[in-house]
């Protein structure tokens, strides 16, 4: 699906919408067409997350020492999620360079790059080491938006709790919460995620900053080019994120609970 959203989002002239695209990549590239690209994101997701939820954590524990009894609300969890956006986007820019790409690449007559350390010895070869943050002005603004995943991810956890007068599971809670606050963000995020993959599918490097891409896009396709790709973007976001914040919340609820015996057990 995320290679179906990235071809929609800088070759939308190519394929008259979501099924066209689906049928076409099969058609002509099979069932390999789905997952070009995929090796990058298999290693570098990996350390994305890591980073993005890690720093989350330190965020906010920083917060917690600015607030009353060390509460946080909505104000702080918005906060450490822009912070966190901000650490993991110097992650996240050249591993996603790396992955739209070679996502792009239609057919062998196409291919640019044999593999992701083709294109990463491509990639510096011509723009130096620097080249693979091309993009990271678009992904830091893109990924500030996730202030809005953290906050909505609070704000819908607070609603459950009380719409259930507490009989939510705190599983269930982090599995909704997580994916409503993956739609919110993707809705708010998402034009600025179009202009970030045409920035990194940009091999000749002619844009010059994120606005020009961002005009660009109205240029040649109005308003409704900061969506294409939106309908897949969605369908992907709520089952993987929601999975991903059920299992980061479980293994910190885990883990709390290790560190809370081995205190008492000290004491």
């Known amino acids: 699906m995320d290679t179906v959203k990235v071809r929609l989002q800088v070759n ?9 695209c689906i049928k076409e990549t099969w058609v002509k590239e099979g069932i390999k067409g789905y997952y070009k690209g995929a090796t990058p994101p298999l290693v570098g997701w990996t350390m994305m997350d890591a980073v993005m939820l890690g720093s989350l954590t330190q965020y ?10 060390g509460v946080l609300h909505l104000r702080e969890h918005a906060l450490a999620g822009l912070g966190a956006g901000f650490t993991v986007s110097l992650v996240a820019a050249p591993v996603e360079l790396l992955k739209a790409r070679l996502q792009v690449q239609y057919s062998a007559a196409q291919r640019l790059y044999t593999g992701p350390l083709d294109c990463i010895r491509k990639t510096v070869g011509q723009h130096g080491v620097t080249g693979l943050w091309h993009a990271l002005p678009a992904t830091l603004i893109q990924r500030s938006f996730f202030s809005v995943y953290w906050g909505t ?27 409503v606050a993956s739609q919110a963000y993707w809705i708010c995020s998402f034009p600025l995620d179009v202009v970030k993959q045409r920035i990194m599918t940009d091999v000749n490097y002619n844009f010059k900053s994120w606005f020009q891409a961002f005009r660009d896009v109205y240029r040649k396709l109005g308003l409704r080019g900061y969506y294409n790709g939106f309908v897949p973007c969605l369908l992907r976001a709520f089952p993987t994120n929601a999975s991903a914040v059920l299992v980061f919340d479980t293994t910190m609820r885990v883990f709390g609970k290790i560190a809370a015996r081995k205190a008492e057990e000290q004491q």
């Open 12 to 20: 939308p002239e190519r394929f008259n919408g979501l099924f066209r």
């Open 60 to 69: 906010r524990r920083l917060l917690r020492k600015t607030t009353p009894n």
């Open 153 to 179: 991810y609070y704000l819908t956890t607070v609603a459950l709790r009380k719409l259930s007068n507490n009989k939510l599971s705190d599983s269930s809670l982090s599995f909704w919460g997580g994916g």
